[in-house]
């Protein structure tokens, strides 16, 4: 059974930083492309990032939302079956329930492509 378990959420102030981490259990997840999303209260679940992995020619290609680019740099440690999202210059408006997902098939922007969500992790950035 695949379970996906995001940690690393929590309070921050503007200008500083969170690291998330989405370990993957159930089977090996090295060659699949993985995504992290976000939903803030009221608005719709949007991408975040997203990163290929070995199965797509060229593995660990990462792609990122405008709205985070330059802050945001998403990782993989395939040995741990872990996928990370580091946070840098935070702002309140990135504050939201972030997810990770299992990329299925399709266009990595979409909520669509991915077939295994994780629960969330909160985080909240305060001016």
């Known amino acids: 059974q695949v379970q996906l378990v995001e940690s690393g959420g929590g309070l921050v102030q503007a200008g500083g930083s969170l690291r998330l981490s989405c370990a993957a259990s159930?089977?090996?997840?090295?060659?699949?492309?993985m995504g992290w999303f976000r939903q803030a209260p009221g608005k719709e679940r949007e991408f975040v990032s997203a990163i290929s992995g070995s199965i797509s020619g060229s593995g660990g290609s990462t792609y990122y939302a405008n709205s985070v680019k330059g802050r945001f740099t998403i990782s993989r440690d395939n040995a741990k079956n872990t996928v990370y999202l580091q946070m840098n210059s935070l702002k309140p408006e990135d504050t939201a329930v972030y997810y990770c997902a299992v990329h299925y098939r399709g266009s990595y922007y979409l909520l669509s492509a991915y077939n295994y969500w994780g629960q969330g992790t909160q985080v909240t950035v305060s001016s």
């Open positions: 159930g089977r090996t997840f090295s060659s699949d492309s």
